[in-house]
């Protein structure tokens, strides 16, 4: 009995088309190993945090302007906790750097413990509408972030003004940059950078609260006198 040719092509064809079941079977496991098998990068959060060990301003404290602070505000690139790097205008996340808490909230904690510490003629408090203030701190925060140029820096912008009570009539705008530069883009070198950038800010909000202030005192004298 002879051997029939279409039957052992179809044998081949069966084996051929398993062996292709196979590969690409191999190959989907494979893949998905690769996606799911590897956890992704467990978030490492940095913190910034000032020295306060000098504090001229609390020995006077009795004899400070209180000012209502109001929440930094900033726009949607910034409100989050991943640590962002801009090249060319383009702003990118870090894969496995956080900060504490959103960039203006730490910015916004740490701006009021230096004005409270530094400040030789404002308290900062609550902007509550039950606590008492002589006049209103408000502002954003514009950038917070690596910037991939000079080698590589750290930047910090904010836009603060200041109002009389209760919002009344703004007295003074102030726009306040400062950059430290970053060797390499490792956590505590980046930690380091903003810790120093935002130290080089402080001192410029501090001076220009303070000389703000006989522009806040008129403007008390003037409601007194309505």
Request: with cysteine.
């Amino acid at each position: 009995m002879g051997i029939d040719p279409a039957a052992i092509r179809d044998r081949e064809m069966k084996h051929l088309t398993m062996l292709g079941r196979v590969i690409v079977s191999g190959i989907l496991v494979a893949s998905l190993t690769a996606c799911f098998g590897k956890p992704p990068p467990e978030p490492r959060y940095l913190r910034v945090e000032l020295d306060s060990t000098d504090c001229p301003g609390s020995t006077s404290q009795q004899h400070r302007t209180p000012i209502g602070f109001k929440p930094l505000k900033a726009l949607e690139n910034l409100d989050r906790t991943r640590v962002m790097t801009a090249r060319d205008r383009v702003l990118s996340a870090e894969l496995q750097y956080d900060w504490e808490g959103a960039p203006q909230d730490v910015v916004g904690q740490i701006l009021r413990r230096g004005v409270e510490c530094q400040s030789s003629s404002v308290t900062p408090v609550d902007y509550q509408p039950r606590v008492e203030h002589d006049g209103v701190l408000t502002g954003e925060l514009t950038a917070f972030n690596i910037e991939d140029v000079e080698g590589g820096r750290f930047a910090v912008s904010m836009h603060l003004e200041l109002w009389s009570k209760n919002m009344g009539k703004r007295l003074a705008i102030g726009d306040f940059n400062a950059y430290y530069p970053v060797e390499n883009y490792q956590g505590a070198t980046i930690a380091r950078a903003a810790t120093n950038a935002l130290g080089r800010v402080l001192p410029k909000v501090v001076d220009w609260l303070d000389q703000s202030m006989p522009k806040l005192q008129q403007a008390m004298e003037r409601q007194q006198q309505q």
